[in-house]
């Protein structure tokens, strides 16, 4: 396909993405009471093969052309990546030190849960032909659907806690903090199983060893090194253009790494976003990227992730049922373990509920991790329709049951309570747009 049949292309599919996001988006949110990042995600799978390719093959396949995909992954990629940026601009590092024993338990309580439960399941998955490739062991096999199981859904996590107007509160950093271990701790587990599949151990070693210098590396010496930057925007009141580019460039450099490493971009992202002076800098910075973000470059990737999903393929009683079984486990083993995990270290048993509902979301990142499993030989076909429908499911229950559970008392006193007044005036705003 030439450069110009891909520019018109582009626009063309950006257009499409745009429109039914925030179409579907207002249904989800009018009609469903789901926020409307969930409607972005069923607006990606609608775009895919699912619905818009069974219904119209070839107008969708003119539309997303395998060509022109490669350009829409770098924009995916770009949008998810400056979300969680901007996500950890909002990260709340006080609250984080005061929960930093909630955050470790419930992160491990919720990884070691699901792995164990993907020790009971697996040898019956195993023995169901094209489940898994026959070239897996039962081995990689449960170390796959483990991290499959164990997952949150990061930046849609993120993305629930804003749009709940809960984003600078202890819940909502806990919440933060244990699904940024959870994630990081499950891509670990996918290096480990690609190095064992046949990429050779350097794999897991530079993931994980990258991934650990990284951090060390931004979280030690990033403060002090960008201090000026905020001595800067607080002197003239503002951000400058200059300034705005350097935090684009660190944060490029920064999803870069972590990609060339073997994790992920949005955890370059998140731990820069963290470490940028906060006061006049960090919000200038969030004012002048946040509506480009959230409006145009974070459904890019919700449509992509949709594009490679199908969900068609689970078309008999016996897959259905392997569905459901994987599902009540999924729930079960993620929210129940967090929710434990959260009463035993001293959260009352709302904000020990809410939590459990918010990491018991898998979301797109489940997606990605299944696309990878799907693509390397891995999983078939059938198990990765079914885990789709698993990560549907659970990001669609996430939002309901935490209003169930944790809703009112935000609204009430408790969660507002704990903003500052231009913080809460904004949650406030945030939760009535509801």
Known sequence: ?????????????????????????????????????????????????SLFGLLAPDLQEMLFPKEARGILYAGAQLGVGLYMFLVGLGFRADHFRSNAGSAAAVSLSGMAAPFLVAVAITPWLVGIPGLFTPSVTQMQATLFMGACIAITAFPMLARIIHERGLSGTPLGTLSLSAGAIDDAGAWTVLAVVLATFGDGPMVAVKAIGGAILFAVVVLGLGPRLLAPLGRRAEARGGIAQGDLAIALMLFLGAAFAMDAVGMHAVF????????MPRGVFAEGLR???EPVTVVLLLPMFFAFSGLNTQLTLVDNLGLLGVTLAILAASVLAKGGACWAAARLTGQDNPTALGIGALMNARGLMELIIINIGLQRGIIGPALFSILVLM??????????????????????TGALGTLSEEEGISAREAVAAR
């Open 1 to 49: 396909m030439a450069p110009a049949q891909l520019s018109v292309i582009f626009f063309l599919q950006l257009f499409a993405i745009v429109a039914v996001s925030r179409g579907v988006g207002w249904l989800a949110r009018r009609y469903l009471g789901q926020p409307q990042v969930v409607g972005e995600m069923i607006a990606g799978v609608i775009l895919g093969p």
């Open 268 to 275: 370059g992202g998140f731990l820069l976003g963290v470490v």
């Open 391 to 412: 990560a549907i499911l659970t990001t669609l229950m996430a939002s309901p049951l935490f209003e169930l559970v944790y809703g009112r008392r935000a609204r009430s």
């Open 287 to 289: 004012r002048q990227l």
